[in-house]
């Protein structure tokens, strides 16, 4: 059973980074068939697609969030990260980590999910 | 980029009744459409991928129907374990994925 963890700090100061790493267990990240993403939920808010890394280190981001996101990723630890710089309140939220396939091996669905962390950005 | 839309916000249903949820795309997004049941406090788990076909353990009261723009989700005969926020995403078309803000489903 693949399972994935979020880890990191939950409480980031205005204008820092925010750097989370996530752990993937019972299965390789490197695959060839899988893209390993990133998404947020704010607090009573939806959710939202920051971005997606292969296992060769291409990546994808959401346009809206491009300018501040970096996603890497480190296949001899199974585990990969987020940063997002110049953080502010309105980047509080849940940040979840998924897996999703690549177009020529499924649908490119986020299945499983890591159970979230909550991130605040505050002083 | 493609916009989600879906209603109602907020959806009130008796025990045993039937629910349908709406999700509603900007352009065509085919049957690229994904459907997550989220539980207070819990990550989002996947009901059903490609519009209609159900993940795996999702019991048969639950159906996806739609494809181009329009797309539903229905539960036959509402649980009490149903109660959740219901969100849509599309595939088609990314980057970026995009999905709806979500319907909370109650019980009545």
């Known amino acids: 059973q693949l399972l994935l963890q979020e880890s990191g700090p939950g409480l980031v100061k205005p204008s820092e980074t925010l750097s989370l790493t996530c752990t993937v267990s019972?299965?390789?990240?490197?695959?060839?068939?899988?893209?390993w993403g990133w998404i947020r939920q704010p607090p009573g808010k939806g959710l939202e697609w920051i971005g997606t890394?292969?296992?060769?280190?291409?990546?994808y981001y959401n346009p809206s969030l491009k300018s501040r996101v970096s996603i890497s990723i480190d296949t001899s630890k199974n585990q990969f990260s987020l940063k997002l710089k110049s953080v502010t309140a309105a980047d509080t939220a849940v940040y979840y980590c998924?897996?999703?396939?690549?177009?020529?091996?499924?649908?490119?669905?986020?299945?499983?999910w890591g159970q979230g962390t909550l991130v605040t950005v505050s002083s | 980029e493609i916009v989600m839309t879906q209603s109602p916000a907020t959806l009130s249903v008796s025990p045993g009744e039937r629910a349908t949820l709406s999700c509603r795309a900007s352009q065509s997004i085919g049957s690229n459409l994904a459907w997550y049941q989220q539980k207070p406090g819990q990550a989002p788990r996947l009901l059903f991928y490609?519009?209609?076909t159900r993940a795996t353990g999702i019991p048969a009261r639950f159906s996806g129907s739609g494809s181009g723009t329009e797309f539903t989700l229905t539960i036959s005969s509402l649980q009490s374990e149903d109660v959740a926020i219901y969100c849509c995403?599309?595939?088609?078309?990314?980057?970026?994925?995009?999905f709806g803000q979500g319907t909370k489903l109650e019980i009545k």
């Open positions: 998924a897996r999703h396939a690549t177009p020529w091996f499924g649908e490119q669905v986020f299945d499983p």
């Open positions: 890394i292969y296992y060769s280190g291409s990546t």
């Open positions: 019972g299965g390789s990240i490197n695959s060839s068939n899988y893209y």
């Open positions: 490609g519009a209609s």
């Open positions: 995403q599309q595939y088609n078309n990314w980057p970026p994925f995009t």
